[in-house]
């Protein structure tokens, strides 16, 4: 399986110096999306995460993404971002025209307590949720492409409720204790996030 395409630093594929309007409303509208992190430790573990895209993706600038980041039984990501910084979000279509895309760069998590946190919540409707524990703010480096001819078509149906029935049976204090309990450390023992 090959993509045709443009070579750009050996690579197969494109890359764009920005995130352009067509571009930016291809990937809010993917209803799925998946973070990747990796600590500075060679031994360390790697980390890929899925998520569900319920208005919760946005493009803030030509080179600037942002994402609201649910509370989950880990904190790989917050814990990797806040070693060193390195993310990738891959997009890719399931229905339509075949397509992924890779936007690399350097991210860090705004966590909840986070004076900056009121002003980038309002980014995103869905945000009202007891479970959400950051916005994850992505610098992009390097926007590209590629033909995604081996992804499968996959029908959409609906996201599934169950974080926003989970979160809200365990309410506020709950999910705080649930922080302090499961987010404090990675599996490789970085520092993830002390809840207040």
Known sequence: MFCV???NNGAVGKTFDEIGDQLATWLTSQPVFFVATAPLAADGLL???PKGNREE???TGPRSVAYLDQTGSGVETIAHLKENGRVVLMFC???GPPRIVRLHGAARAV???SPEF???VGLFPGATGVGVRSVIVVDVERVSDS?????????FEEHRPTMDQWSQRKGPEGIRDYWSEKNRWSIDGL???EAT
Do not use: I, T
Request: with cysteine; net charge neutral.
């Open 47 to 49: 980390n890929c995460s």
């Open 5 to 7: 395409g443009h070579r």
């Open 147 to 155: 033909c995604g001819y081996g992804v499968p078509f996959m029908n």
């Open 57 to 59: 993706f946005f493009v």
């Open 118 to 120: 009121a002003s980038l």
């Open 191 to 193: 520092e993830g996030f």
């Open 111 to 113: 966590l909840k307590d």
């Open 93 to 95: 279509a399931f229905a």
